[in-house]
């Protein structure tokens, strides 16, 4: 076990305070006031982004340095997005997060980081006119999904495939609007799309609809194209870029 996870600093444990097994678990008294703690944490996002408008959330890997054409690809992407007229959300962390948020911030609509309490990799990006810090993944992944109209992501890890499936899966069981899931990079997602196909849907664990649940591209463009075809679908409007909000 990695060293980062085996000591983990204090602010760490958070999370795993809450999901502890029965036999470790804290007093009642304790475990009402983490419940109030969580409220507050929800009722804060809720008010800080109620008015952004109508913005994608757009998911990829930590590590992506500042010279990877992906990173580069992002950045473009959080530009034209912004110069379309929508914010987006992020991790608000390093790599395809900091890309993005630099390109939406730049052009001058809202860049909104939903930043968590992480051991390692984990830093705020200087590209966020809203900054949010979350302690639990859950009412992150709430707000990632609660203010946003599309889903776009580009390679990544852990994280961005638990994102891309959590969201498939809600639009899967409609338990929210089929808007799109866009996966960026056609050589790194092609072969994980065929292993579905060729494994889950093959074997009956995915009905033959779902695969059409998300789209590969490779270019911007084609991001932002699909973005206001969703908006347009769900009648949304959209104008120009609109003023960041802190």
Avoid: C
Avoid at 122 to 131: E, L
């Amino acid at each position: 076990m990695k060293p980062a996870i085996k000591h983990l600093p204090e602010h760490a444990h958070t999370e795993k305070a809450l999901l502890r097994h029965e036999a470790d678990r804290s007093p009642m008294h304790s475990e009402s006031w983490r419940v109030l703690r969580i409220q507050s944490e929800v009722v804060e996002g809720f008010e800080s982004l109620r008015d952004l408008g109508p913005a994608v959330s757009v998911f990829g890997s930590a590590r992506t340095s500042p010279e990877h054409p992906f990173y580069k690809k992002a950045q473009e992407t959080g530009r034209l997005l912004s110069k379309a007229g929508f914010g987006v959300i992020t991790g608000g962390g390093p790599g395809i997060m900091e890309a993005v948020n630099r390109g939406a911030h730049k052009a001058g609509s809202p860049s909104v980081g939903l930043n968590i309490e992480l051991p390692f990799e984990q830093h705020a990006n200087p590209y966020q006119s809203i900054s949010l810090t979350n302690r639990y993944f859950f009412v992150r992944k709430l707000n990632f999904v609660k203010f946003a109209l599309a889903f776009v992501y580009f390679p990544g890890g852990f994280g961005t495939f638990d994102e891309f499936f959590e969201v498939a899966t809600l639009v899967q069981t409609g338990k929210i609007e089929p808007f799109p899931l866009i996966l960026v990079g056609r050589e790194f997602w092609t072969p994980f799309v065929e292993w579905m196909k060729n494994h889950l849907l093959a074997q009956n664990y995915i009905s033959p609809d779902d695969p059409s649940l998300f789209i590969i591209v490779d270019k911007p463009e084609e991001v932002v194209a699909l973005v206001k075809q969703a908006a347009k679908q769900a009648g949304i409007k959209v104008g120009k870029a609109r003023p960041a909000r802190g």
